[in-house]
């Protein structure tokens, strides 16, 4: 199936997208309408997070960590459990701000959570850890307007690309940043380009296998570093 085949299928899915409350890795999380479900490649970010995180904490008595995109903050706020860990997160759209919200106050922990695209308004400072479980596809299928679509499109990668210029100031010196991406529906080779221009190195940290409806797909974790 081509991308755009792919990408109408994915508009498909954000419209009919489930909400309620949903099982994550063990915790109820809130979902809320329009929000993306953390069903999928979320519960991996987040133990691949715990463990940076855990590094991170073996040289340094607090390790700030930050996710771009937090949805539903599923993986963030299971993050901000962890002792030494100061987390913060931000999402362009409001429903996730409120989610996030909505679910550290259920669960009773600390995260800063902002709503703005990318840092727009996220105070000056730099974090150790910085995730974005990406929005996977660049396609523009048509009647993507709406804030809701920003959680699978990112037409051309303009968000994407701005990001991680944006991480070269915002990552602390020996800073990791780690990017969901998938082989289907991603132009992986174009990421691999933006990285590059950007100023980091990137490896494959993990790939897992799931299903996104009826539709096996194969997912990839990349971890980055400065050049
Ligand atoms: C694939 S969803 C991931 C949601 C959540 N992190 C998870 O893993 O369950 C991508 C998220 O990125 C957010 N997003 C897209 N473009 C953004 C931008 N320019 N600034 C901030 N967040 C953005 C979307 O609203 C969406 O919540």
Not at 111 to 133: H, R
Not at 199 to 223: D, H, R, T, Y
Request: hydrophobic letters at 45%.
């Amino acid at each position: 199936m081509d991308k755009l085949e792919l990408a109408k299928i994915g508009k498909e899915y954000i419209n009919q997208s489930p909400y309620g409350i949903f099982d994550f890795r063990g915790s109820e999380v809130i979902v809320l309408p329009t929000v993306f479900p953390p069903t999928y490649n979320t519960p991996t970010i987040s133990e691949l997070i715990e463990g940076l995180a855990n590094n991170c904490l073996q040289s340094k008595n607090q390790c700030r960590v930050f996710e771009m995109g937090m949805g539903t903050g599923a993986a963030i706020l299971t993050v901000a459990k962890m002792k030494g860990v100061v987390a913060s997160a931000s999402d362009i759209a409001p429903m996730a701000a409120l989610n996030a919200k909505a679910n550290a106050l259920w669960w009773g922990v600390e995260c800063d959570i902002y709503q703005g695209s990318l840092f727009e308004n996220v105070p000056e400072g730099q974090f150790d850890i910085i995730f974005w479980n990406i929005p996977f596809f660049k396609e523009n299928p048509g009647g993507i307007d709406e804030v809701k679509f920003r959680a699978g499109f990112d037409p051309d990668y303009k968000y994407l690309t701005q990001f991680l210029a944006d991480c070269n100031n915002r990552l602390a010196e020996d800073g990791h940043i780690l990017l969901a991406v998938d082989y289907e529906m991603c132009d992986l080779a174009h990421i691999y380009q933006l990285i590059d221009k950007a100023g980091f190195n990137s490896e494959v940290c993990q790939e897992i296998n799931i299903s996104w409806g009826a539709m096996p797909v194969k997912c990839a974790f990349l971890l980055l570093e400065r050049k």
